[in-house]
T-cell receptor
Framework: GNSVTQMEGPVTLSEEAFLTINCTYTATGYPSLFWYVQYPGEGLQLLLKATKADDKGSNKGFEATYRKETTSFHLEKGSVQVSDSAVYFCALSDDKIIFGKGTRLHILP | DTGVSQDPRHKITKRGQNVTFRCDPI?????LYWYRQTLGQGPEFLTYFQNEAQLEKSRLLSDRFSAERPKGSFSTLEIQRTEQGDSAMYLC?????????????FGSGTQLSVL
């Protein structure tokens, strides 16, 4: 069946560092891909999405590009802030939406 | 837009008891999802509805779990004969799906503790 695999955390970085969180997927067909974020004490919310190959989703300085050839959707940010500390979930939709296990990100001031 | 509402926020029960959770989605949303999340894990898909029709139930889900969305509005998730392994956060999410474009709005969840 369809699945999402993302890098295990926690990931700890200093403020202004470059961030990459890897995500790969297995799917039949051409799913839509998403990154959701869960800030401390809050519910999950959509961060960005891409619906077809080579699309780039972006929001709040985060970016991810839908790579069909490598079945990947890695999350990147050029300069992280303390406020980016959260758990990040990669997800795909082949009709229903399924999530990866999440990657906890800690940003140190 | 009042958001997705879940009730109760917390439930403590004894093993073997039945529990029922309620989810009220955003009013115009036609899709409703139930997920389960344990500490350090991502949301695990349980089931989802389009209007009142249940489209899929996870094959990993025991027959003790059942969900309904009788009028295509609110939904209930019932767990019969609870076990300690059922302890988790139960999340509801809704969306207004158009084509392949879908954004889930999550409720705050119901935290279940089975003693």
């Amino acid at each position: 069946g369809n699945s999402v695999t993302q890098m295990e955390g926690p990931v700890t970085l200093s403020e202004e560092a470059f961030l990459t969180i890897n995500c790969t997927y297995t799917a039949t067909g051409y799913p839509s891909l998403f990154w959701y974020v869960q800030y401390p004490g809050e519910g999950l919310q959509l961060l960005l999405k891409a619906t077809k190959a080579d699309d780039k989703g972006s929001n709040k300085g985060f970016e991810a590009t839908y790579r069909k050839e490598t079945t990947s959707f890695h999350l990147e940010k050029g300069s992280v802030q303390v406020s980016d500390s959260a758990v990040y979930f990669c997800a795909l939709s082949d009709d229903k939406i399924i999530f990866g296990k999440g990657t906890r990100l800690h940003i140190l001031p | 837009d009042t958001g997705v509402s879940q009730d109760p926020r917390h439930k403590i029960t004894k093993r073997g008891q039945n529990v029922t959770f309620r989810c009220d989605p955003i009013s115009e949303h036609n899709r409703l999802y139930w997920y389960r999340q344990t500490l350090g894990q991502g949301p695990e898909f349980l089931t989802y509805f389009q209007n009142e029709a249940q489209l899929e139930k996870s094959r990993l889900l025991s027959d003790r779990f059942s969900a309904e969305r009788p009028k295509g509005s609110f939904s209930t998730l019932e767990i019969q004969r609870t076990e300690q392994g059922d302890s988790a956060m139960y999340l509801c999410a809704s969306s207004s799906r158009t084509g392949g474009n879908e954004k889930l709005f999550f409720g705050s969840g119901t935290q279940l503790s089975v003693l």
